[in-house]
């Protein structure tokens, strides 16, 4: 569904991207980890279409997604940090992404909102929330419109317990429909409920895109950060 064929970034002198190369399918639940500077970021920002690669190819249903940039309408994006205008409303930012969106036949997913509590809001700026309210924003605005395709960047940070678990028990349910999710985080207890697979990335490299289980499996270790040292230590 989502493919990446020898994709090379650079910034100046600095390679972020090194040949990447790897095929993602519905019904997986990715885990994008590394070190700080792996290229996590990068890698996402590509898919989006936010970066450019200076050589290679990313497919989205077979097709460059430099061709025709409605292919992002199938993924739904969480940032790690949402910026949105600091004077309109939180009622007005829904209203607006619901008139983007309006006779595409969309359906609408407002389960998050309401499980957030987010109407009680509605009424005030984007610059009076906190950080963990605006986080709540972008993942209600996420999920809102049911994209086959999910990109959550480091979603439960500045999350209280409880919403955090609200958002954990979203993304499990949304499995269960065959929808391809690609995660970031730093919270490796959250990305053993949550994956299925593991993509592994050093200084922009893929050292290895394996399922979880296999993982485990092979390094004997039931805890992801351990396992993930484990296999690097007997690489190096």
Do not use: W
């Amino acid at each position: 569904m989502l493919q990446l064929q020898q994709v090379n970034k650079t910034f100046g002198k600095l390679e972020v991207l090194k040949g990447i190369d790897v095929c993602f399918e519905r019904g997986q639940s990715v885990a994008i980890i590394g070190p700080n500077g792996s290229g996590k970021t990068t890698l996402i920002k590509s898919i989006l279409g936010m970066v450019v690669p200076e050589s290679g190819v990313i497919l989205f249903r077979g097709q460059p997604v430099g061709d025709d940039a409605r292919y992002r309408r199938d993924i739904g994006y969480m940032p790690q940090i949402g910026r949105y205008p600091d004077n309109m409303q939180v009622g007005q930012l829904f209203d607006m992404m619901r008139d983007l969106r309006n006779g595409t036949g969309d359906l609408i997913d407002e389960e998050l909102i309401e499980a957030y509590r987010l109407p009680d809001i509605f009424h005030k700026s984007m610059r009076t929330l906190s950080g963990g309210t605006r986080q709540k924003v972008s993942a209600a605005l996420a999920f809102l419109f049911g994209p086959p395709v999910m990109i959550l960047d480091e979603p439960t940070a500045g999350l209280d317990p409880l919403s955090a678990e609200i958002l954990k028990s979203k993304i499990q349910e949304e499995k269960q429909r065959n929808k391809l999710f690609l995660i970031t985080s730093h919270i490796m207890s959250d990305l053993e409920e949550l994956a299925t697979d593991v993509v592994y990335l050093v200084e922009g490299r893929l050292e290895f895109f394996k399922p979880l289980e296999t993982l485990k499996a092979e390094t004997g270790e039931e805890k992801l950060g351990k396992a993930i040292a484990k296999l690097m230590a007997n690489t190096n």
